[in-house]
């Protein structure tokens, strides 16, 4: 029996969510990759986070999105699992942005950090 867990994220870029977790200062290894669980257990996952412990955490692609896979007893992160989503959703929000209006030709003209841990952006295209 796998003690593996499975929690979707809405997550369906890559490079977005790899760039989240650079941006978060979390040490990740693309995949595909294994990720180490309970009893030599392992699941592939296309980006794996190693932990102190010998226990990876992973997201793989499961067809429809990028869903955590990590056995969850065995978690050892600076957050816990939700704040940890959290803060890589923000992120990911933040970098399909950056990354989906400079392909519009969009540029950050104002970017502001805010108290309650939301992003301000402000984005602005010339045209010539």
Do not use: C
């Not at 257990?41 to 067809?63: K, S």
């Not at 869903?67 to 399909?96: G, M």
């Amino acid at each position: 029996m796998s003690h593996f867990s499975n929690i979707k994220t809405q997550i369906r870029n890559l490079a977005s969510l790899q760039a989240a977790l650079t941006d978060l200062g979390i040490d990740w290894k693309a995949g595909p990759h294994p990720v180490r669980g309970y009893q030599g257990q392992t699941a592939t996952a296309e980006v794996m986070i190693p932990q102190d412990n010998g226990y990876d955490i992973g997201f793989r692609w499961n067809g429809q999105e990028y869903e955590l896979v990590a056995d969850l007893q065995f978690w050892k992160q600076a957050w816990s699992v939700d704040r940890f989503l959290s803060l890589v959703k923000q992120r990911y929000a933040y970098q399909t942005v950056l990354a989906t209006t400079a392909e519009q030709g969009f540029q950050v003209s104002e970017q502001e950090h805010n108290q309650d841990g939301s992003i301000r952006l402000v984005v602005q295209r010339w045209q010539g």
